[in-house]
Nanobody
């Protein structure tokens, strides 16, 4: 079974940092692009960042550019999201997702582009 498990969330003050991890199993990790998404209370799930299967391509939503960095370790089947300069508006449940084909799409940050999803991890940023 394809499994993705996000972890690393928690409570942090504004301006602080967190690193999220997405541990995966059950599929050929090197073949899949991974995306990070978030969902705040009362809002739709939105794309945050994406990394291609070989790590050669990344993308970020405008609201995290310059603050968040995505990376992957194919030896550990894990993707990371380093989040710096966190703000209260970054408070949300963060999810990771995997798909083989999304990296060939025009917009790899679309929720609909991903087939496999993990459970989220809550990030709370206090002011």
């Amino acid at each position: 079974d394809v499994q993705l498990q996000a972890s690393g969330g928690g409570l942090v003050q504004a301006g602080g940092s967190l690193r999220l991890s997405c541990a995966t199993s059950g599929f050929t990790f090197d073949d899949y692009a991974i995306g990070w998404f978030r969902q705040a209370p009362g809002r739709d799930r939105e794309g945050v960042s994406y990394i291609s299967s070989n790590g050669g391509a990344t993308d970020y939503s405008d609201f995290v550019k310059g603050r968040f960095t995505i990376s992957r370790d194919n030896a550990k089947n894990t993707v990371y999201l380093q989040m710096n300069s966190l703000q209260p508006e970054d408070t949300a449940v963060y999810y990771c997702a995997a798909d083989r084909k999304v990296q060939y799409s025009i917009d790899p940050l679309k929720v609909a582009g991903y087939q496999h999803w993990g459970q989220g991890t809550l990030v709370t940023v206090s002011s």
